[in-house]
């Protein structure tokens, strides 16, 4: 299947710091990339959608000046937390579809906020 | 109604046996549909991808979809104690790539 790079793997921040997480499609161009997040024990749940050349659009409750997303190129969509708090510890996952449309995740980013 | 529909599980099934999870969803638009695996601590892992009625087979993996009763199962042949995991069902709702809308997942143990 396709791969879908992240980085880093894990991070741990000061509240009130900002943590850039990068998503790579490595073996082919996404136009469209798919920020998750996931708690404990529950399952994901999107946040924004990542759109190349373009403003991503966020689900309904997502702040978009907390969770600044840029998509770059065809290949790298990158996910800011900025003025982290430890509310926004989870595990961030991003997702890219091929174009047959199949979705691939990235490894997943553990962001723990103290 | 959630969207898509899981039973949480744990499913218990011995080695070798066949594992039978299943999964609806409530949006007729449903398009794509797919199985993932997910470890503890670890992403998904896709496994399956179907989007016509009837049965895709993969090895010892074949996915099942019944648009009419908005139903999509997948069956584990020869489980083995590796395939114990968290299995989530999601689907696309319309064409194109679309974001995916998750189940809460079940829980697979393979009793070795």
């Known amino acids: 299947g396709a791969v879908v790079s992240q980085h880093p793997s894990w991070v741990i921040c000061k509240s009130g710091t900002s943590v850039k997480i990068e998503c790579r499609s490595l073996?082919?161009?996404?136009?469209?990339m798919f920020w998750y997040r996931q708690f404990p024990k529950q399952s994901l749940m999107l946040m924004a959608t990542s759109n190349e050349g373009s403003k991503a659009t966020y689900e309904q409750g997502v702040e978009k000046d907390k969770f600044l997303i840029n998509h770059a190129s065809l290949t790298l969509s990158t996910l800011t937390v900025t003025s982290a708090h430890p509310e926004d510890s989870s595990f961030y996952i991003c997702?890219?579809?091929?174009?047959?449309?199949?979705?691939?995740f990235g490894p997943g980013t553990r962001l723990t906020v103290t | 109604q959630k969207e898509v529909e899981q039973n949480s599980g744990p499913l218990s099934v011995p080695e070798g046996a066949i594992a039978s999870l299943n999964c609806t969803y409530s949006d007729r638009g449903s398009q794509s549909f797919f199985w993932y695996r997910q470890y503890s601590g670890k992403s998904p892992e896709l496994i399956m991808f179907i989007y016509s009625n009837g049965d895709k087979e993969d090895g010892r993996f074949t996915a099942q979809l019944n648009k009419a009763s908005q139903y999509v199962s997948l069956l584990i042949r020869d489980s083995q104690p590796s395939d114990s995991a968290t299995y989530l069902c999601?689907?696309?709702?319309?064409?194109?790539?679309?974001?995916?809308?998750f189940g809460s997942g079940t829980r697979l143990q393979v009793q070795p």
């Open positions: 073996d082919f161009q996404a136009t469209t």
């Open positions: 997702s890219a579809p091929t174009a047959t449309y199949e979705q691939y």
């Open positions: 999601a689907v696309s709702i319309g064409t194109g790539r679309r974001a995916l809308t």
